[in-house]
């Protein structure tokens, strides 16, 4: 199944400890910059849109600062805000880009109105897994496009993460027919948003602080967020329906970004050694997710109803996203580029997906 590590723990320690080594006397770079010297103390201010040690999201973003603290032998020291204490949860991606604050952690999806490629950067709607998504991004050009479209906000990013597979979401009605969906509220960011627009729905964009209290209220009448662990912890399961599966977002990437300025600043060392941790905190993440999703289904009180969406339903999503993508493309260059380099990797990515991975599920049962 997509659940391979990406890196082990064992190397990149190894990769880190090896690094803390070596070149701790204060050089110059080739373009000119000075690296830090590895006995000074660096201390920087991360942000993020979740809750304090909001669990796997939140938790591992401590661990990773704790990781840099220990790879770096205390001289890099990564001091982690939750959302609102800095900076309101939706604004920390404007904080870093001003200089405000060091870096953040959130959800590449919520930075659409930005520019509109960056929905595909945060995961496609009926599109790569998790496992395919970084490897477009570290070995087929998603990187360099992410880069290059960041660099234009003052930003750096690396991935933070990810949830592998998810749910399809909470409604508090059942959802039978394309129907059904007509005029419902409901939390839902990036491009299965725009998908679910063209269906009927009002999409709306909230962080998960509110997602709860809105769905309560009546504000929303449905939320999509992540799967059995955390939704269960959101006290979701009151909406009784539960549907499965996550279409819209198969492999959604969470990221870690920094101020660009504040980045090429740090030493060749910290920024390995940053580097190193947030690949650590992605597989980590992604097999938490995995581990506590399976044993949170087990667990779903009896009242929750757990569901499948109509056929007709996503036969109209897989048109209406094709609408969303031409549309987008048309709108924006950068839409274009990105959409472009993603489709290549989606083309030479598939066959083998379908021998190996596809097949094997097929013949396991």
Request: charged share 25%.
């Amino acid at each position: 199944m997509k659940r391979r590590d990406f890196i082990t723990g064992t190397a990149l320690g190894a990769t880190a400890l090896a690094l803390n080594a070596c070149h701790r006397a204060e050089e110059k770079t080739k373009n000119g910059s000075v690296n830090i010297n590895k006995g000074k103390k660096v201390t920087l201010k991360l942000a993020t849109s979740w809750p304090a040690h909001f669990p796997i999201m939140g938790t591992g973003v401590d661990t990773f600062a704790k990781r840099c603290s220990e790879l770096s032998g205390g001289t890099l020291e990564i001091k982690v805000f939750p959302k609102n204490i800095l900076v309101p949860a939706l604004q920390v991606f404007d904080a870093t880009s001003a200089a405000q604050i060091d870096a953040f952690h959130s959800g590449v999806y919520y930075w659409k109105g930005k520019n509109p490629a960056f929905s595909i950067f945060g995961g496609m709607p009926l599109g790569l897994t998790s496992e395919e998504m970084i490897t477009w991004f570290k070995f087929g050009g998603g990187y360099d496009l992410w880069r290059e479209m960041y660099g234009k906000f003052n930003l750096y990013p690396l991935i933070g993460g990810t949830t592998g597979p998810q749910m399809g979401g909470w409604f508090k009605k059942e959802i039978n027919s394309l129907a059904d969906l007509k005029g419902l509220k409901m939390r839902i960011p990036g491009l299965g948003g725009e998908v679910m627009k063209k269906l009927g729905v009002n999409p709306v964009l909230l962080p998960a602080g509110e997602i709860y209290t809105s769905l309560e209220r009546g504000t929303i009448d449905a939320t999509e967020w992540v799967g059995p662990a955390l939704d269960s912890m959101m006290g979701f399961a009151k909406a009784a329906h539960y549907y499965y599966t996550g279409w819209h977002e198969p492999g959604s990437i969470l990221e870690l970004t920094f101020n660009k300025a504040r980045w090429e600043k740090l030493s060749n060392q910290h920024k390995a050694i940053i580097t190193a941790a947030s690949e650590e905190m992605t597989g980590n993440m992604l097999q938490e997710f995995r581990y506590k999703n399976a044993k949170a289904l087990q667990e779903l009180p009896k009242t929750v109803q757990i569901k499948t969406f109509p056929k007709e339903m996503m036969e109209a999503a897989k048109t209406a996203l094709k609408e969303v993508l031409d549309d987008e493309s048309a709108k924006s260059d950068d839409f274009k580029r990105v959409l472009k380099s993603y489709k290549a990797f989606v083309k030479l990515n598939k066959p083998w997906d379908d021998i190996s991975t596809k097949n094997f599920l097929e013949i396991r049962g």
